[in-house]
């Protein structure tokens, strides 16, 4: 059986990147990045994207290496960070995912199903169809191509149903095929997943922090650069930046924008992975000892 690999999530400004770095050093690992905007290359201050120093610290794959226009799915994320992986160990290194993207990580463990790819077309339908039709026939539309999935679903839960009709629809080819999908589970690659439990006050000093950092480097210019047209452009901090780049809002409401939208965001975090049954909550400090003990990791290999 290969090594384990161990998923490192947490909210925002939780210090996972500074963690996933000590822990890569200590236990002879390269990691694995899981984050819906570092995956996105030019844009390091708003997505708080590991500094050339961290880089440097530590071999990162799957982060700064998509351009901003691109779309990506998670889905893809999926394949490539297996790949990924995979390559790791066979290097004889270990694998440690970093990331706060729950959808990513639940992908990559098999935790759900996914369409092949982002179909833009298809979103669009689904989107006027949801406009014409009431929540009742979604659901019932859903229940002829997936009745286990439309069973747990409410027909009200219209986000939801729109979702994995996409899904459904769009997960199988021309020969009504399901599309295959690598994941950990189907590569028979063991995991851990922990949540680094950190109280809210540390990480709302950290955010307020993180928020005058963004400004001083240079958000409002790199927000320019990107454009709000990019794909990644919808990424906490670019809407409040394009908001004040309009005259929209002043500079302090743009500070007080930036710290309540990341505040927001690290909480919806924190909620959705108490939703993922198999993550262990581990102050920082704990989580070199989990690893020794659920992964067997010994020191630094020679």
Known sequence: MPDGVLILAGATASGKTELGIDLAREFDAEIVGADSR??????????????????????????????????YSAARFASDAVDAIGGILRRGKRAIVVGGTGFYIRALTGGVDLARRHDDVLRARLAREALLHPPELLHGWLALHDAARAAQLHASDTYRVLRALEIALGASDATGLAAPRRTLSSEGIPWMLVFLEVPWSEVDRRIAQRTTRMLDAGLLDEAERVGSGAAAANAVGYPQAFSYLRGWCTLAELRNGLDRATRR??????????????????????????????????????
């Open 38 to 71: 570092q995956i996105y290359r030019d844009m390091p201050i708003g997505t708080a994207a590991p500094s050339a120093e961290q880089l440097d610290a530590a071999r990162h794959h799957l982060v700064g290496f998509l351009d901003p226009a691109e779309r």
């Open 265 to 302: 965001y690290a909480r919806r975090q924190r909620a959705w992975f108490r939703g993922e049954a198999a993550t262990l909550w581990l102050r920082p400090e704990s989580v070199a000892q989990q690893v020794r003990e659920k992964l067997n990791w010994s020191a630094k290999r020679e």
